[in-house]
């Protein structure tokens, strides 16, 4: 029995039968010959929908290339401003924080003009902020300013691509489609740090944040050029405005948000600030938020200090220059890759079966038994990750932990994203932006406590916790899976089952 009246959930309909069969396809997708509307997103052309996919994960990928761009800035800048490095890292906490209120911004705003609009406003804001980094006069505080303001808009693609992918990918393709998204939020915060410290070996720091506009110059190109507007009506199809005859027009409508304000049938500015509260109140989400922040946070801790743990000399360090800081940074994104390719084999496996073992219905909480496997490797790489600093083992040894944890966590964010992306179709950008803001909650207050809870316990003691707290987290997992069915059914923003098949 459910405690609210059920609505069909909007959500991408499978690609394995006609919607004519499928209950999760509202019937108004076809027209009156029983074919799809060519105007749906989820009709598009195999390459134009690629290059959507392109665009956002491009721009996701640089929100967090951006954040941790200026992890190895922190000793130069430092020197510059006479500040203690501690301090200097100041301005990348700024960024991240920010990252995290710009993502629940973007949500009603993104429900009432669309996607495109947001993420080309937000694009062409954050091309103006890192521009302004590198034109920054010699002012710690306005440095930051600039940093936070960054991080505010740059967020944006993060918190759509969940909902891009729904809308112009078949149910089956999710899982795969989010791999590639989660590849590029996880791969961001270590190329960033990586490319930084090749540049700054030779240039300054001012010039290395000229270098990196460019790039986001080329994200704003693939918006304007290779993204169109995904948002789609499939419960009646007339809320949908006409599209202008010409491409030009079409082109100026959609980017600046008057073609999503004339659409009919969207939710004003209240309602989509509402619908993030109402994702968040459902136990199947904060039991995850829980857990997916607590897992993601240790992973900007290790991220804004271990160049911390590396500068020093020995017997307090490593001695490492900027370069071998940026060859070490290769490790989590050898882990990320790897935990894309495992994914992709291993996600789709699990969809399967769980879609045979219950006669074509696909259960969301299937997607769950991923962590189970992941979480081992998150605890041990992490637990040996801080004895081996602590011991000052060889740094391959250190560079393999590293990657190790990444990799597990790869795995467990995609699980968790396909996950609350089930649970709420019609609410992609809600819940999206609330996984982002958890781990950008829980990862800013990290580098507060870091460095100083390692230097009073030693970090065996200080990662040892948190692989345990990891551990202890994951008892959330279970819960879910067992009770989040029930969950499902006694709200209306969740489907009670999702048809795939004919069987």
Request: hydrophobic share 45%; glycine share 8%; aromatic share 16%.
């Amino acid at each position: 029995m459910t405690t609210e009246n059920k609505q069909t959930p909007s959500i991408a309909p499978s690609a394995l039968e006609t919607a004519e069969h499928n209950p999760t396809a509202p019937p108004s997708v076809l027209t009156n010959e029983k074919t799809y509307d060519q105007n749906d997103p989820l009709m598009w052309p195999w390459g134009k929908k690629h290059l959507v996919l392109a665009a956002i994960c491009y721009m996701t990928f640089m929100t967090d290339f951006l954040a941790a761009y200026g992890v190895p800035m922190i000793i130069p800048q430092a020197k510059e401003w006479k500040l203690t490095p501690a301090d200097s890292t100041r301005s990348l906490s700024g960024n991240t924080f920010t990252q995290g209120f710009g993502s629940l911004v973007a949500v009603p705003f993104a429900g009432r003009f669309g996607t495109l609009p947001v993420m080309f406003w937000s694009t062409f804001m954050t091309f103006f902020m890192t521009i302004a980094c590198a034109l920054c006069p010699d002012d710690w505080i306005g440095f930051v300013a600039i940093r936070v303001v960054q991080g505010f808009f740059a967020t944006a693609a993060q918190v759509l691509g969940m909902t891009v992918i729904q809308d112009i990918f078949f149910f089956e393709e999710h899982v795969r489609k989010l791999g590639i998204w989660g590849w590029s939020i996880l791969i961001g915060p270590y190329f960033g740090p990586f490319l930084a410290s090749f540049i700054i070996s030779t240039q300054k720091w001012r010039t290395a944040f000229w270098i990196v506009s460019a790039f986001v110059g080329l994200g704003l190109i693939l918006i304007v050029f290779f993204m169109d507007e995904t948002s789609f009506d499939r419960i009646n199809h007339r809320n949908n405005p006409p599209k202008p005859e010409t491409y030009w027009k079409y082109k100026v409508q959609t980017l600046s948000g008057v073609y999503g304000y004339r659409a009919q049938g969207k939710p004003t500015l209240l309602q989509g600030c509402l619908d993030v509260w109402k994702v968040f109140s459902k136990p199947q989400f904060y039991t995850l938020f829980f857990y997916h922040g607590v897992t993601y946070m240790w992973s900007v801790g290790i991220n804004g200090s271990l160049v911390l743990f590396l500068v020093p000399p020995p017997p307090k360090g490593y001695g490492f220059n900027s370069v071998s800081i940026g060859l070490i940074y290769l490790a989590p994104m050898i882990g990320v890759i790897l935990g894309e390719l495992w994914g992709h084999f291993v996600n789709d496996f699990i969809q399967a079966r769980s879609i045979r073992k219950n006669k074509g219905l696909f259960e969301p909480e299937s997607r769950l038994w991923a962590i189970h496997f992941s979480t081992g490797f998150t605890a041990v790489g992490l637990g040996l990750l801080g004895i081996g600093l602590q011991n000052l083992w060889s740094w391959g040894v250190i560079a393999l932990l590293w990657g190790a944890y990444i990799w597990s966590l790869m795995i467990s964010t995609v699980a968790t994203s396909a996950y609350v992306l089930d649970c709420f179709p019609g609410s992609s950008a809600a819940a999206s932006a609330l996984l982002n803001f958890t781990r950008v909650l829980h990862g800013f207050l990290v580098p507060f406590f870091q460095n100083k809870w390692a230097n009073a316990v030693g970090a065996n003691w200080s990662f040892g916790t948190q692989a345990i707290v990891c551990v202890l987290a994951f008892g959330v997992i279970p819960l879910v899976q067992r009770y989040g069915k029930r969950w499902r059914e006694k709200t209306s923003l969740s489907p009670d089952s999702i048809v795939v098949a004919k069987v």
